[in-house]
């Protein structure tokens, strides 16, 4: 039996990503793959005549768009495709959100928008965001010169793959001396509240709460994921006035984290992230966003993400043979794809999802590509072209490519796949590359050869900013001893862009535990390790309220129990996260509190 792991729950729509990414979910599934496991597993090895067969193909299909970013292009491309064919979810005058990047006049644009239809939804750093028409789009872009990139809006995943954290941590010492968050703002970020009634009633949440839907979906739809980390916040510093606030989008975001500097509150919890939105080397609009947060004077708690165990690889383009196709396997140029597998799912409210197959992929080109890569994907049973982005990067567009399928939720069974990566003719080979997978996606191993996926350098974005307190996890059964969690991601960061790469995650929370919300289901991944961290960090502020986020962070990192090589590494930060009180204002007692934990 092989144990596919469906580590996301994803909030998205069809774009993920600069792109926009997508998600996971709250525990591990079992699979059992069609006929006979040892015969399949033999399916995967050797079958170079697939190989031959797949590059006799005729010429990949190509895009002359410039000024349009892959996943906006292959949303109009399908939908144009659908029309044509008179069916299909989406119509041409179906409005979506959609990022625009202006050279000058932003105030001349947006008034010409507006009378081409499109509404403008929020301004930062250059970029736009608008809701407008898919028919209108492609004229749009051809006639505003202004404009020089529209992409869609980032989404952000879930990372759980609910406590007894409270005494793991150090938190039950702080309730016992009366320290309970009293006085404390935390808002919990999330796609999703369902069951939070219910969670109300049974008193794991408080009814004292605010909550604020940006997303128009109805605060408890889709996920029970924010709702759970509430759960756990709330655990570990009852006192602590809660804020709820869902998003789907990079749009939602930006106005949940204005909401937050306007009222005033003192740590967020976050317990998402995506792929793509910067080089991953703590750059990029989504960053910046919460390093202006920082700035303003709250501690962000975000999950490093849960990537490192088949949903990522990082390597360097190589073409040995010089036919423009990259050997996962250096060096063997007959191994120039590599398998993908994912199987159908579907949201907490029986919602078939539409981003089952996620494929991002960037390389170190940052911020405006003139080194130009592309992806295809076919089905490796039918050796059908089934997906591909291949937007050309000219110098007016980021290094990134990304394909998004949705698996028909009827078809219950493994999908395989053929990834491959090629660069135009005459293009450079050798830039470092990263792909990450979202929906139900997993590498799969072929062939003679190990797994290619990587753990090194996996860290989701906003956690990779070096403003936002990274959480890694480790399971609380094994809290004292380790290793961290397979799956929990490890840094460094991308050394991309001309920033040095430095160490990833900051701190580590415990996973696995055990709550309401998710019933009789542990609550796995870095999503449940953050709302500890950041509910520990709310007691903290009740006990010292003058703390700014800098000292704040701080006190956890320099209290957190050492674990891996000494001091801080790419596998648990600083430590497990334990807090210790400082008794009657004595701060030399706590390294010897400390050691008695």
């Given at each position: 039996?092989?144990?596919?792991?469906?580590?996301?729950?994803?909030?998205?729509?069809?774009?993920?990503?600069?792109?926009?990414?997508?998600?996971?979910?709250?525990?591990?599934?079992?699979?059992?793959?069609?006929?006979?496991?040892?015969?399949?597993?033999?399916?995967?090895?050797?079958?170079?005549?697939?190989?031959?067969?797949?590059?006799?193909?005729p010429?990949?299909?190509?895009?002359?768009?410039?000024?349009?970013?892959?996943?906006?292009?292959?949303?109009?491309?399908?939908?144009?495709?659908?029309?044509?064919?008179?069916?299909?979810?989406?119509?041409?005058?179906?409005?979506?959100?959609?990022?625009?990047?202006?050279?000058?006049?932003?105030?001349?644009?947006?008034?010409?928008?507006?009378?081409?239809?499109?509404?403008?939804?929020?301004?930062?750093?250059?970029?736009?965001?608008?809701?407008?028409?898919?028919?209108?789009?492609?004229?749009m872009?051809?006639?505003?010169?202004?404009?020089?990139?529209a992409?869609?809006?980032?989404?952000?995943?879930?990372?759980?793959?609910?406590?007894?954290?409270?005494?793991?941590?150090?938190?039950?010492?702080?309730?016992?001396?009366?320290?309970?968050?009293?006085?404390?703002?935390?808002?919990?970020?999330?796609?999703?509240?369902?069951?939070?009634?219910?969670?109300?009633?049974?008193?794991?949440?408080?009814?004292?709460?605010?909550?604020?839907?940006?997303?128009?979906?109805?605060?408890?739809?889709?996920?029970?994921?924010?709702?759970?980390?509430?759960?756990?916040?709330?655990?570990?510093?009852?006192?602590?006035?809660?804020?709820?606030?869902?998003?789907?989008?990079?749009?939602?975001?930006?106005?949940?984290?204005?909401?937050?500097?306007?009222?005033?509150?003192?740590?967020?919890?976050?317990?998402?992230?995506?792929?793509?939105?910067?080089?991953?080397?703590?750059?990029?609009?989504?960053?910046?966003a919460?390093?202006?947060?920082?700035?303003?004077?709250?501690?962000?708690?975000?999950?490093?993400?849960?990537?490192?165990?088949?949903?990522?690889?990082?390597?360097?383009?190589y073409?040995?043979?010089?036919?423009?196709?990259?050997?996962?396997?250096?060096?063997?140029?007959?191994?120039?794809?590599?398998?993908?597998?994912?199987?159908?799912?579907?949201?907490?409210?029986?919602n078939?999802?539409?981003?089952d197959?996620?494929?991002?992929?960037?390389?170190?080109?940052?911020?405006?590509?003139?080194?130009?890569?592309?992806?295809?994907?076919?089905?490796?049973?039918?050796?059908?072209?089934?997906?591909?982005?291949?937007?050309?990067?000219?110098g007016?567009?980021?290094?990134l490519?990304?394909?998004?399928?949705?698996?028909?939720?009827s078809?219950?069974?493994?999908?395989?796949?053929?990834?491959i990566?090629?660069?135009?003719?005459?293009?450079?080979?050798?830039?470092?590359?990263?792909?990450?997978?979202?929906?139900?996606?997993?590498?799969?191993?072929?062939?003679?050869?190990?797994?290619?996926?990587?753990?090194?350098?996996?860290?989701?974005?906003?956690?990779?900013?070096?403003?936002?307190?990274?959480?890694?996890?480790?399971?609380?059964?094994?809290?004292?001893?380790?290793?961290?969690?397979?799956?929990?991601?490890?840094?460094?960061?991308?050394?991309?862009?001309?920033?040095?790469?430095?160490?990833?995650?900051?701190?580590?929370?415990?996973?696995?535990?055990?709550?309401?919300?998710?019933?009789?289901?542990?609550?796995?991944?870095?999503?449940?390790?953050?709302?500890?961290?950041?509910?520990?960090?709310?007691?903290?502020?009740?006990?010292?309220?003058?703390?700014?986020?800098?000292?704040?962070?701080?006190?956890?990192?320099?209290?957190?129990?050492?674990?891996?090589?000494?001091?801080?590494?790419?596998?648990?930060?600083?430590?497990?996260l334990?807090?210790?009180?400082?008794?009657?204002?004595?701060p030399?007692?706590?390294?010897?509190?400390?050691?008695?934990?």
């Amino acid at each position: 039996m092989f144990r596919f792991k469906r580590k996301y729950v994803y909030a998205g729509i069809v774009s993920l990503l600069a792109l926009g990414l997508g998600a996971v979910s709250h525990s591990s599934v079992i699979v059992e793959p069609p006929g006979n496991m040892s015969l399949y597993g033999e399916r995967f090895q050797g079958d170079r005549e697939f190989l031959r067969h797949l590059k006799s193909l005729p010429d990949r299909p190509k895009v002359e768009e410039h000024k349009m970013g892959p996943r906006l292009n292959g949303l109009i491309r399908n939908t144009i495709s659908l029309e044509n064919q008179s069916a299909g979810p989406l119509a041409a005058a179906e409005k979506v959100r959609i990022m625009l990047s202006i050279s000058e006049n932003n105030d001349h644009v947006a008034l010409v928008l507006e009378e081409r239809g499109a509404k403008v939804l929020y301004r930062r750093n250059g970029m736009t965001a608008v809701e407008m028409p898919i028919h209108a789009i492609e004229d749009m872009l051809n006639t505003l010169d202004e404009i020089q990139f529209a992409r869609l809006p980032n989404q952000f995943r879930p990372m759980s793959v609910t406590s007894e954290g409270v005494g793991l941590t150090g938190a039950q010492k702080f309730q016992n001396i009366g320290y309970n968050g009293s006085g404390v703002k935390v808002a919990v970020i999330d796609v999703g509240f369902k069951g939070l009634t219910a969670a109300q009633t049974s008193g794991d949440i408080p009814n004292n709460i605010i909550v604020k839907d940006y997303t128009g979906r109805g605060l408890q739809t889709q996920y029970l994921h924010g709702t759970a980390c509430a759960e756990i916040v709330h655990d570990m510093a009852p006192q602590a006035l809660l804020y709820l606030l869902k998003i789907a989008d990079e749009v939602d975001l930006y106005n949940a984290l204005d909401y937050c500097v306007a009222n005033n509150i003192d740590i967020i919890s976050y317990s998402l992230g995506t792929f793509g939105s910067g080089p991953g080397n703590g750059t990029g609009l989504v960053d910046a966003a919460f390093d202006e947060v920082r700035a303003k004077g709250i501690l962000v708690v975000a999950a490093a993400g849960n990537e490192a165990d088949g949903s990522h690889w990082q390597g360097k383009f190589y073409d040995s043979d010089g036919d423009d196709i990259h050997e996962f396997i250096p060096g063997d140029p007959e191994i120039w794809y590599n398998f993908i597998v994912a199987i159908p799912y579907k949201d907490d409210d029986g919602n078939p999802e539409t981003n089952d197959v996620t494929v991002i992929m960037r390389w170190d080109n940052w911020p405006a590509a003139t080194i130009d890569y592309d992806m295809y994907l076919y089905d490796y049973d039918t050796v059908q072209l089934v997906g591909y982005s291949n937007a050309f990067q000219n110098g007016s567009q980021p290094p990134l490519e990304g394909i998004v399928i949705n698996l028909p939720d009827s078809e219950n069974y493994w999908h395989t796949y053929a990834l491959i990566v090629t660069k135009k003719n005459g293009e450079p080979a050798g830039a470092d590359i990263e792909i990450s997978l979202g929906g139900t996606s997993e590498f799969y191993p072929i062939d003679n050869y190990p797994m290619i996926a990587t753990a090194s350098s996996s860290i989701a974005e906003p956690a990779d900013a070096k403003s936002v307190l990274a959480v890694g996890a480790v399971n609380y059964s094994k809290w004292t001893t380790g290793p961290q969690e397979a799956f929990s991601s490890q840094g460094p960061t991308n050394g991309w862009a001309g920033i040095s790469a430095y160490t990833k995650p900051d701190i580590s929370g415990p996973d696995g535990t055990s709550g309401t919300t998710y019933g009789t289901s542990s609550f796995f991944g870095t999503s449940a390790a953050t709302p500890h961290v950041a509910g520990a960090a709310a007691l903290v502020l009740s006990m010292k309220p003058d703390l700014g986020p800098d000292a704040l962070q701080a006190y956890l990192q320099n209290s957190a129990v050492d674990m891996g090589v000494p001091g801080k590494d790419n596998l648990y930060g600083w430590g497990r996260l334990f807090i210790v009180p400082e008794n009657r204002g004595l701060p030399w007692l706590l390294p010897l509190l400390k050691k008695k934990e």
